[in-house]
T-cell receptor
Framework: GQNIDQPTEMTATEGAIVQINCTYQ??????LFWYQQHAGEAPTFLSY????GLEEKGRFSSFLSRSKGYSYLLLKELQMKDSASYLC??????????????FGKGTHLIIQP | EAQVTQNPRYLITVTGKKLTVTCSQN?????MSWYRQDPGLGLRQIYY???????DKGDVPEGYKVSRKEKRNFPLILESPSPNQTSLYFC???????????????FGDGTRLSIL
């Protein structure tokens, strides 16, 4: 099975930087995804990591360490519209369906002026 | 426009009255999946399908059925809905490519079901 942990809630200030951590324990690993979800809306894809290291995409970056079962999502130059839940999801071959995604419970990010 | 379409978006119904939530994707994706999302529990997979006529249980399949007769459609069926199935439901699809490792899932807009 899978166990994915991320903080329930975080607060940050507009213009600042925030790092959202995700740790996972899996019986197989075929990539880690980060999604953004605004309240009542569908999750939207942010980033994908399968090899160790940092993937940068504009204001958002994601890091992966497979040996540590650890990832983080880094958001820079925070804007009010970044207030949302951020979901960490791991794709593996056991639990959640073969090649399916298992999601963490999400981190609710609150941006303050 | 590439999209996953769910219907209905909202439904209030009563216990025991069979209902179907439709899901259709226009991206020729092999993989489709249903999730439910509940406060404090996150997204949990109900059923998934690797391709036409191939379906399998996810983490919370009890009380649900699915079918995959065509590649584009993946309906979710609640034969006898109960109040504990009140939830926000999402359909998702993704392409196969390289064992789907790097293919993100595309989500529909969600269906909010209330079972009274």
């Amino acid at each position: 099975g899978q166990n994915i942990d991320q903080p329930t809630e975080m607060t940050a200030t507009e213009g600042a930087i925030v790092q959202i951590n995700c740790t996972y324990q899996t019986s197989g690993f075929n990539g880690l995804f980060w999604y953004q979800q605004h309240a009542g809306e569908a999750p939207t894809f942010l980033s994908y990591n399968v090899l160790d290291g940092l993937e940068e995409k504009g204001r958002f970056s994601s890091f992966l360490s497979r040996s540590k079962g650890y990832s983080y999502l880094l958001l820079k130059e925070l804007q009010m519209k970044d207030s949302a839940s951020y979901l960490c999801a791991v794709r593996d071959r056991i639990g959640g369906g073969a090649d399916g995604l298992t999601f963490g419970k999400g981190t609710h990010l609150i941006i303050q002026p | 426009e590439a999209q996953v379409t769910q219907n209905p978006r909202y439904l209030i119904t009563v216990t025991g009255k069979k209902l179907t939530v439709t899901c259709s994707q226009n991206m020729n994706h092999e993989y489709m999946s249903w999730y439910r999302q509940d406060p404090g529990l996150g997204l949990r997979q109900i059923y998934y399908s690797m391709n036409v006529e191939v379906t399998d249980k996810g983490d919370v399949p009890e009380g649900y059925k699915v079918s995959r007769k065509e590649k584009r459609n993946f309906p979710l069926i609640l034969e006898s809905p109960s109040p504990n199935q009140t939830s926000l439901y999402f359909c998702a699809s993704s392409g196969a490519g390289q064992g789907m490792g790097n293919q993100p899932q595309h989500f529909g807009d969600g269906t909010r079901l209330s079972i009274l």
